[in-house]
Every structure is written in C-alpha cells, then in structure tokens.
C-alpha cells in the first residue's frame, strides 16, 4: 500500500494511460478522482476501483476550463478533505506538418496540452500548499524530440516539460513541500497511436507505427501500465527527494 491515505486527482483518467494510472494507483490504496471530458468513461473507471474494493470519485472535467477545475478542487476537498496528487495526464495529438497545420488546430492542441497544465498545476498549488504533495505532468518523448508531422504536439510537450521545472522551482522557492516532475512515454498502445483511429489513412498510420517500432531498441511499443508504474513512483513519499525531474519511459527510443 504505497499511497495509503492519499487523494489522487487524474485528468483524462477514462482511457489509455489515464485510466492504466487510475487503476494502479488505487491498488496502491490512493482514493482516486477520475476526471474526464468524456464522463461515462471516467464513471466506468470509477466503478471497476470501487468494484475492486478501492475508493473513486468520478468527475466530469473538461480541463480547458478554469472554471471547472475550481469546481473539481472543490468537489474533492468537500468529499476527501485533502488532496495529495494531481496528474495533468489529459492531451490530444492532431498529426498535420508545419505547412499545412492550421492556426486553430495549432492552437487546439495547445489549449489541451499546454494551457491545461497551466491550470492544472496552478490549481494544484492552490489546494495543496499548505499540505504538500506532488504534481505529475504528462509530457512525452515528443516533448525532447523532434517529430515532422507534429508540431503543435511537439510544442505543447516541449512547453509542460520546461513548465514543470519552473513550477518545481517556485514551490521549492516557496517552501511548499509539493514536488514537479514530468513523465515523458514512448510510443504507447492506447486509441492515441492505434493506426485505425489515427487522423490519416489506416494504411499510412500502419506504416508509421511500423517504422517506429523498428526505431525502439527494445523492440516493441509500451504500454499504459509502464507509465502507471513510473506515476506511482513519483506520486508515492519513495520520490521525496525528486522535484524538477524528467522521468523517460519509452523503450529506449531516445537513447539514440
Ligand atoms: P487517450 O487514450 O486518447 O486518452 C486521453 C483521455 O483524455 C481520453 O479519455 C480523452 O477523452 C481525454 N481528454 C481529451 N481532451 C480532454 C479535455 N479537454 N479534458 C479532459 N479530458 C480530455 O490518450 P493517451 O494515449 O492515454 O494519452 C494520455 C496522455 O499521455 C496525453 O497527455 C498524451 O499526450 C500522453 N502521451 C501519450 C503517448 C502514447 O503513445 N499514447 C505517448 C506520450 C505521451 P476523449 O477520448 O473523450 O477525447
């Protein structure tokens, strides 16, 4: 039980890696809140904790909006009394290449991605600075590296990874026992990289995956319980002494 009395917030925690990271954070014994812009996929999370004996909360949350991140902090609070983790996992990519993206797609991407974390992180600080805890920002190896079709994506990780050191700074700055480390995933099997969903033809989408699984030194994509390990250990008092921190998770893809 590696986060036995903590309240955990998780942002699009109704699928792919959110949901790997709601469901193993509460074996750990966290009290999760799922949150999700899609609210029955964060209320069937919810239930398959509760069914498992654990303790959830499912919210729904669109996390572009700062409105609603007072409201979910405030839900939480009123039913938890704390709240200890917050995870910006919640984010969208839209494949276009510099030429040809649009200004409304650029900035789509950037609202989800970027401007989310802003408001997640800042919130985060608001409910827990007097407590302490710790913020996880999801952001990806598209966050160190380049990638030609995309962009806006590459950007607004780029932007939580650099915004997640400064944030680690200013509570430390501060005196906030409350710690700021990223995540950065690999190619990740989730409805975010499976070829049949991705917003190009199926058969280009299969091409591209393909080449990218022969670029990863261990040979295969990962999956959302790699990441939910990598959250519980940042989440969890093991990584007390980690704040500012990158933690990559993709198979070695980036050790090249
Ligand atoms: P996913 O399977 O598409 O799940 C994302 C979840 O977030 C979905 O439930 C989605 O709801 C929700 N969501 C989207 N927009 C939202 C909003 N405005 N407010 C609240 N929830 C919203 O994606 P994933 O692969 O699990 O990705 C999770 C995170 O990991 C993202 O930040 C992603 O960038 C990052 N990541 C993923 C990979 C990968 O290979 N999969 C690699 C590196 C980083 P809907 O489905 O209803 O839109």
Redesign the pocket.
Known sequence: MRLENKVVLV??G?????KAICLRLAQEGAAIVV????ES?AQAVAAEIQSHGGKALPLH????VESAWRETIDRILQQFESLNVVVN?????IPENIEDMTLDQWRTTQR??LD?VFLGTQAAIRAMKDTGGSIIN?S???GIVGNPILPSYNAS?GGVRILTKSTALHCADSGYKIRVNSIH????K????DPELAAMPTEMAEAFFQEVVSNIPLGEMGL?SDIANGVLFLASDESRYITGAELVIDGGYTAR
């Open positions: 942002t699009g109704g699928a792919g890696i959110g949150t999700d812009i899609d996929s949350q669109d996390v572009t996992n919640a984010g969208i990519a989800v991605n989310a999801m990806s190896i598209e990780k995933p690999g190619f990740i989730t409805a975010m990289t959302p």
